[in-house]
Nanobody
Framework: VQLQASGGGLVQAGGSLRLSCAVSARTFSRYGVGWFRQPPGKEREFVAAVSQFGTATDYADSVKGRFTVSRDNAKNTALLQMNSLKPEDTAVYYC?????????????????WGQGTLVTVSS
């Protein structure tokens, strides 16, 4: 299973970005997908997750109401729509896939990771 995140960039505070995660897998719908981020000088943290068929989602408190996670199993793609961005959202964003649980917030439970895409929010 291979993942590739894209869509990062520089945006002003209050703006929006949409991240995409292209997943190369024989059966994409077997995997839950999570989004994580690593701010400069900090540890990687959970952002959002979506279950195998998109029926369940979970969000970190810091992004609830601003970010929306979704997936399109026909296109082997997961999306993270980020609105009302804040400077504290600046980080490298990673997508990951796991095949055991429907939803997970733990990095240790994800088996496959993409390379990350940088999001910079200016004030």
């Amino acid at each position: 299973v291979q993942l590739q995140a894209s869509g990062g960039g520089l945006v002003q505070a209050g703006g929006s970005l949409r991240l995409s995660c292209a997943v190369s897998a024989r059966t994409f719908s077997r995997y839950g997908v999570g989004w994580f981020r690593q701010p400069p000088g900090k540890e990687r943290e959970f952002v959002a997750a979506v279950s195998q068929f998109g029926t369940a989602t979970d969000y970190a408190d810091s992004v609830k109401g601003r970010f929306t996670v979704s997936r399109d199993n026909a296109k082997n793609t997961a999306l993270l729509q980020m609105n009302s961005l804040k400077p504290e959202d600046t980080a490298v964003y990673y997508c990951a896939a796991e095949g055991i649980k429907s939803i997970s917030t733990l990095t240790s439970e994800y088996d496959y990771w993409g390379q990350g895409t940088l999001v910079t929010v200016s004030s």
